[in-house]
């Protein structure tokens, strides 16, 4: 079992920068991909980002690319979601999630946190 906890959300104005974090349980961290995604009010929950489990490779969706950057640490269970350039259609309730395919496919995510609210003004 795999417990993600989401932190570090919150409003910024457009422009802004924020940083998420989601710790997790387990000693087998570095085997899991982990990604994030999000969904926004009236919409189906997306794809943002992944990262692999020990190679570091990376996807990104193309509306975050240059400007959201996954990263992870394995030492400390946690992976984090660096966000710069926000804009006002980023807003959304962010999902942490973890999983053990490399893929963009939400269904392949065995694992989820409870999410946290990024809102950013115009």
């Known amino acids: 079992q795999v417990q993600l906890i989401e932190s570090g959300g919150g409003l910024v104005q457009a422009g802004g920068s924020l940083r998420l974090s989601c710790a997790t349980s387990?000693?087998?961290?570095?085997?899991?991909?982990m990604g994030w995604f999000r969904q926004a009010p009236g919409k189906e929950r997306e794809f943002v980002v992944a990262?692999?489990?020990?190679?570091?490779?990376?996807l990104s969706a193309d509306s975050v690319k240059g400007r959201f950057t996954i990263s992870r640490d394995n030492a400390k269970n946690t992976v984090y979601l660096q966000m710069n350039s926000l804009k006002p259609e980023d807003t959304a309730v962010y999902y942490c999630?973890?999983?053990?395919?490399?893929?963009?496919?939400?269904?392949?995510?065995?694992?989820w946190g409870q999410g946290t609210q990024v809102t950013v003004s115009s």
């Open positions: 387990g000693r087998t961290f570095s085997n899991y991909v």
């Open positions: 990262i692999s489990g020990s190679s570091g490779n990376r």
């Open positions: 999630a973890a999983g053990l395919r490399f893929t963009t496919s939400e269904g392949a995510y065995g694992y």
